[in-house]
């Protein structure tokens, strides 16, 4: 069974699961690796890029020293993919300066950490950006990497906005707010009002995941197998590279 250590969720361990159970016991129980890709690489290159930016005083001439000096090189199949994804990472910086410049509000937090308990389950979550405003409300922010997005797509029905939203409400006492996916690859921040989210349903999806991980309920999902970084190594791919 289960240890204590266990009985802490945060989004990732919440959206493996919901994914894939197996996906969960291969990363969180296993302790098993997904490697490295082209897109997770430029992710986090760009992610350590922006931490650094807001440590040093967005310093806006500085940006791409600093993305040299945490690009991440693994991942890639050749060096000319490698070029590419490097270029499109300037690019999506360009974006961000362009947007940053027409932000009203101050950064208050970089990848801050929140902790907070609910029954056994203990919640913990680190958020990319956290701004200010001149009213006292706030502005909770996740960057996203990824190169195709639903620039559609409704954040009010996103977990991981509500369980950065709880949060901030419980941890930091932010009352009145937004929370928003900035879509650095696109130029665009879509945003929605605290309000919108219910803390104690985001409250009841975490413990049901949670229960079930503590039951050891690992069964496959096959729906999401041609994107998963274990589908060469999982019995139970059915992707065709797979």
Known sequence: MFDYKDKELNYSKIRAYQSCPTLYKYKYVEGKREGLTAGGSLGVSLHRTLEMYHEEGNKDE?????YNDCWIAGGYKNAQEQNEYFLKGKQILANFLALQKKCKGTVK????EFIISHQEW???GKIDRVDKFADDSFDVIDYKTGLEMDKTYDVKDSLQLAIYTLGARKAWN???????????AFGEIISTDFKDFDDNKTLETITSVGKKILAEEFYPNTEHCEHCG???RCPYSTSSSG
Do not use: A, H, P, T
Request: no cysteine.
């Open 62 to 66: 500085l940006i791409l020293d600093y």
């Open 174 to 184: 932010m009352k009145k707010g937004k929370s928003s996916l900035w879509l650095l």
């Open 122 to 124: 203990i919640i913990r």
């Open 230 to 232: 274990f589908k060469n």
């Open 109 to 112: 937090y970089i990848e801050k």
